[in-house]
């Protein structure tokens, strides 16, 4: 990108502030076995575009960390010996996507390992994403897998996220990880001597990110009652994600020129902070206000673990 067009700020899409939302909960339907006359989301988002931004590159002090700001960049030569190229893994035969998927987890579990001294990371989930627009948006993204016989949202690509979400309530992570983990784990976690966090590993699947970064908000700026809980109703349960209201606190970051060896990591709950909603870092993907001549859509691979680190 070049340098003088470095954006200072960040148009993105809020949830809005609406007082039907103290009435009802904001909901997703993303359920396929529903009338057609069902209303999918009572969601109102408003665009904002004058969020404070910066640049991690230009930062000459202090900088994002995982266990202050809640998210942070590493470094890490891009794993080819996995198979992992691009999204385009996705439409490889069934068998070789998971062996592909498989020794990208492994290697991702080491790092992890390496990086935060955990003694234990068990991955339950992941998305790839391929950017299809690049424009704030006024309504959410739900997604339907009706016509996709045999599918799951985690086999197929899917858009980029305008809106700016964290990745779970605290209610609904404290679920996730009882489900996940074993009885020993459990029986770590009762001991009170293991920190117990789920993170999200996120990377680019391009060489150079050219649309629709990633921006992240410190979590210092964010007060729980800025983010609201959005029920998102499945074939067969109901998740929980969050949405952000705009508060002109609110600082934001990214990365220009992110490479496929730059991996962030950032936290969506933390047994420090079992109940806050704060303690999960709001993201989004970003509007660039210029692309370059033959721009490549941005690509990226997501994964969430369940990690455990001696307290």
């Known amino acids: 990108m070049n340098p003088t067009c470095v954006p200072v700020t960040a148009t993105l899409s809020h949830l809005s502030d609406d007082p039907i939302y103290k009435e009802e909960m904001p909901y997703e339907i993303w359920a396929d076995n529903v009338a057609d006359d069902t209303p999918r989301t009572n969601i109102k988002l408003n665009i904002f575009p004058d969020c404070a931004l910066a640049d991690v590159r230009t930062l000459h002090g202090e900088k994002p960390a995982l266990d202050s700001w809640g998210f942070e960049w590493f470094h890490q030569s891009f794993p080819y010996e996995t198979g992992l190229y691009s999204a385009e893994y996705v439409n490889l035969p069934r068998e070789k996507q998971l062996d592909v998927l498989e020794k990208y987890l492994e290697t991702m579990s080491g790092f992890l390992r390496e990086q935060l001294g955990c003694e234990k990371v068990v991955c339950w989930d992941w998305r790839v994403r391929s950017s299809k627009m690049t424009a704030s948006r006024t309504s959410p993204n739900i997604y339907s897998l009706k016509q996709e016989a045999g599918q799951d949202i985690r086999s197929v690509k899917i858009n980029s996220s305008h ?93 220009s020129n992110q490479t496929r060896d730059d991996v962030v990591i950032m936290t969506v709950w933390d047994s420090k902070r079992p109940l806050s909603r704060s303690a999960a870092v709001p993201h989004c993907a970003m509007v660039l206000p210029e692309h370059p001549p033959g721009f490549k859509p941005r690509e990226s691979i997501e994964l969430r673990f369940v990690v455990w680190n001696s307290d």
Do not use: F
Not at 225 to 250: A, F, P, W
């Open 163 to 255: 809106v700016i979400h964290a990745d779970g309530s605290p209610q609904w992570m404290q679920k996730v990880v009882s489900k996940v983990i074993t009885d020993e784990e459990a029986a770590w976690a009762e001991t009170g001597k293991y920190r117990t966090r789920v993170l999200t590993v996120w990377r680019p699947l391009v060489d150079i990110v050219q649309t629709d970064p990633l921006v992240y908000c410190d979590t210092w700026t964010v007060t729980d009652s800025d983010l609201d809980i959005v029920q998102k109703v499945m074939n067969d349960t109901v998740e929980e994600s969050m949405y952000l209201k705009r508060r002109k606190e609110h600082q934001w970051y990214w990365m």
